[in-house]
């Protein structure tokens, strides 16, 4: 499974957009990119996915430069219940040895 | 449709005891996977399970072990436990092995051990 890098921390004011990185120097070519999201004594909840360029939900966009060596989570409008853990995955379809790895993610805090 | 359930949602053990966690993914998924989350050491993977096979291990000792059932229902161990098990355990089904799968997390398991 690629190592990732995030920043440990970050805070946004509520109503802005808010984006993290995540660097993933050694992606290889068959991997994707995932984000959970995660709130205190809950379990983490998937996010968005994605390959490459662009991919964006009802939540949130993804977006991907072409060398893929990071990605960026982006969450628009943010509110006070963004307030969670964020962390980037990068792994192949389908697993074979692979070992789900959620690193130390990114600690989200909104202030009003 | 239901959510992963797990039982018991918190458990209280002594060191040397062993203990039975308990998932139930949500109807049609069938892989399962477990992870212990601590606050020295994150969301750590242990193990998936995939049609009653178990498919992936994580770096934990054997005194972990975990089975999966025909309903894809699945249990996880802990023997002789110590400490530093004191963790919350999570599940995550899926429809089927595979990182670009979906996961869906349980609530968890807090374990404490005294």
């Known amino acids: 499974l690629a190592k990732t890098t995030q920043p440990i921390s970050m805070d946004s004011y509520e109503g802005q957009e808010v984006n993290i990185t995540c660097s993933h120097n050694?992606?290889?070519?068959?991997?994707?990119i995932t984000w959970y999201q995660q709130f205190p004594s809950q379990g983490p909840r998937f996010i968005i996915q994605g390959y490459k360029t662009k991919v964006t939900n009802e939540v949130a966009s993804l977006f991907i430069p072409a060398d893929r060596k990071s990605s960026t989570l982006s969450l628009p409008r943010v509110s006070l219940s963004d307030t969670a853990v964020y962390y980037c995955?990068?792994?192949?379809?389908?697993?074979?040895?692979?070992?789900?790895?959620f690193g130390t993610g990114t600690r989200l805090t909104i202030i009003p | 449709k239901a959510g992963v359930t797990q039982t018991p949602r918190y458990l209280i053990k002594t060191r040397g005891q062993q203990v039975t966690l308990s998932c139930s993914p949500i109807?049609?998924?069938?892989?399962v996977s477990w992870y212990q989350q601590t606050p020295g050491q994150g969301l750590q993977f242990l193990f998936e399970y995939f049609s009653e096979t178990q498919r992936n291990k994580g770096n934990f000792p054997g005194r972990f072990s975990g089975r999966q059932f025909s309903n894809s229902r699945s249990e996880m161990n802990v023997s002789t436990l110590e400490l530093g098990d004191s963790a919350l355990y999570l599940c995550?089904?899926?429809?089927?092995?595979?990182?670009?799968?979906?996961?869906?997390f349980g609530p968890g398991t807090r374990l404490t051990v005294t």
């Open positions: 995955l990068v792994g192949e379809r389908p697993f074979g040895n692979e070992k789900l790895t």
């Open positions: 995550a089904s899926s429809l089927t092995s595979g990182f670009t799968y979906e996961q869906y």
């Open positions: 109807s049609g998924h069938r892989s």
């Open positions: 050694n992606i290889a070519t068959n991997d994707y």
